[in-house]
Antibody, heavy 120, light 113 residues
Framework: EVQLVESGGGLVQPGGSLRLSCAASGLTVSSNYMSWVRQAPGKGLEWVSVIYSGGSTYYADSVKGRFTISRDSSKNTLYLQMNSLRAEDTAVYYC??????????????WGQGTLVTVSS | QSVLTQPPSVSGAPGQRVTISCTGNSSNIGAGYDVHWYQQLPGTAPKLLIYGNSNRPSGVPDRFSGSKSGTSASLAITGLQAEDEADYYCQSYDSSLSGSKGVFGGGTKLTVL
């Protein structure tokens, strides 16, 4: 059974930093495409970042230059380093496994999410 | 403003059929990219409901079905049940975007009357 468990969320001041973790079981993070998706309070889903199995990374324009996605194979864990946080980054952050096909991508496994609140 | 457009809300009585639309453009759905649907029950994480336009993952009831035509897609729910009350999101891929190319609809809240 696949399980993704996020942690690391919390309250942080504007301009601050936070690192989110997503511990995986039942799948190998480094062999899969993995993503972070966020959901602001009362809002819809927004794709934040993806890391390919080969190591390539991509980001939404809204977080590019501030967020960094990475992984640790020895811990089978996905990370999201978030710097220069803004109020608009306040959201529940989900990690998810990405499945790639010729006609696009989708997310088949999701974690339970971790809440990040950016406020003074 | 989401790249994919969904109605904010739909409703139906138990046992009825409802549909949720998802409209894109020539850079995403119209370009031939698949549409996928997610169900988000209150206070929980999204769950994959339909993938590849019309395929159901194991465990998803056949009351849920998906279709795609041109620049739009639809999710249909038949035999509506109280436990279907949730938010539903469509998702596709957009070739015109830089960086992350996954796009979601704004979500549709289904109310079971």
């Amino acid at each position: 059974e696949v399980q993704l468990v996020e942690s690391g969320g919390g309250l942080v001041q504007p301009g601050g930093s936070l690192r989110l973790s997503c511990a995986a079981s039942g799948l190998t993070v480094s062999s899969n495409y993995m993503s972070w998706v966020r959901q602001a309070p009362g809002k819809g889903l927004e794709w934040v970042s993806v890391i390919y199995s080969g190591g390539s990374t991509y980001y939404a324009d809204s977080v590019k230059g501030r967020f960094t996605i990475s992984r640790d194979s020895s811990k089978n864990t996905l990370y999201l380093q978030m710097n220069s946080l803004r109020a608009e980054d306040t959201a529940v952050y989900y990690c998810a496994r990405v499945l790639i096909a010729v006609a696009g991508i989708h997310f088949d496994y999701w974690g339970q999410g971790t809440l990040v609140t950016v406020s003074s | 403003q989401s790249v994919l457009t969904q109605p904010p809300s739909v409703s139906g009585a138990p046992g009825q059929r409802v549909t949720i639309s998802c409209t894109g453009n020539s850079s995403n759905i119209g370009a031939g990219y698949d549409v996928h649907w997610y169900q988000q029950l209150p206070g929980t994480a999204p769950k994959l409901l339909i993938y590849g336009n019309s395929n159901r993952p194991s465990g998803v009831p056949d009351r849920f079905s998906g279709s795609k035509s041109g620049t739009s897609a639809s999710l249909a729910i038949t035999g509506l049940q109280a436990e279907d009350e949730a938010d539903y999101y469509c998702q596709s891929y957009d070739s015109s975007l830089s960086g992350s190319k996954g796009v979601f609809g704004g979500g549709t809240k289904l109310t079971v009357l």
